[in-house]
């Protein structure tokens, strides 16, 4: 089991340039990629967002790339005639506009082509390619590894929710029949007392057999057993070397669903207090669960 949130980075040098890749994950409940890549090198993007489709199932994924060439002084160069067009503009501009705001050369050199790029300088495809699928691997496998560590103790608190629930089942399943039957006999009582008040016209089978139907109403059984069973099935997933986040959230939707009907159901104060525990459990489970790759 891994965690979707994770942090892995990975550095390569050669003789003509420095790449390093950092890889950032957090929650999401579908795959999402997105990307920040030095200029000098955006053709590298699709197949490194693949490598990261290979690996990963889900998260939101963040990975940056940074491209440093050694030969740094000789790729950025200052384009003088074009700054130089640049500020006699902006003075000219200046006294007509009747402005007497200060000219940044900061400002001026971020202007589409004061600055030079030597293409030659920057190493081919042919070169980069490769060394940036390598260091990806590695960012990647970093980040993987610190998702693993964060699922092992992702996996024991799912556990330990897992068996709480399981205790909680178990006082339901042991309170439930006896609360079933005191429900039917104050609904009984209270019948009796109603057939007492009310001589004429009230049928007395007909009423107890709308008490005996409400009190089958009462009864939690059948969900009981679908809640067993949706357990069953988390704790079987857990097991899993799959990604089984998904898997894992409808699963705990089905069993919210089925406390909240033994909530509307339950027959008696004791029940109930256990299903509103096992509620409040179920609800701890998927605020777990929405970390599970």
Known sequence: MRSMTGYG????????????IDVKAVN?????????????VNFLQIELEEVARKRLARGSIFFTIRFQPNRC?????????????YVETIKRLGKELDSAEDIRLQDILALPGAIKVDDNIVPGRDKV???????????????VEMREREGRNLHEELQSRCKNLDQLMGKVKKAAPQALEEHFRKLEERT???????KAGIDE?????????LAERSDISEEIARMDSHLEQFVGQLASSEPVGRKLEFICQEMFRESNTMGSKAPGNEVGR???EIKAEVDRLKEQVLNVE
């Open 205 to 213: 089978n007909d009423i107890l057999k709308e008490a005996a139907l």
């Open 129 to 143: 390619l490769p060394i940036a699928l390598e260091t990806m691997e590695k960012a990647v496998a970093n980040m």
């Open 73 to 85: 002084s000789d790729l950025y160069q200052v384009n003088e005639d074009v700054v130089k067009k």
């Open 28 to 40: 999401n409940r579908f795959l999402k990629i997105n990307s920040k890549i030095s200029d000098e």
């Open 192 to 198: 009796g007392a109603l057939l007492g008040e009310q």
């Open 274 to 276: 256990f299903v509103v």
């Open 9 to 20: 980075d990975a550095v390569s040098e050669t003789p003509d340039f420095v790449l390093s």
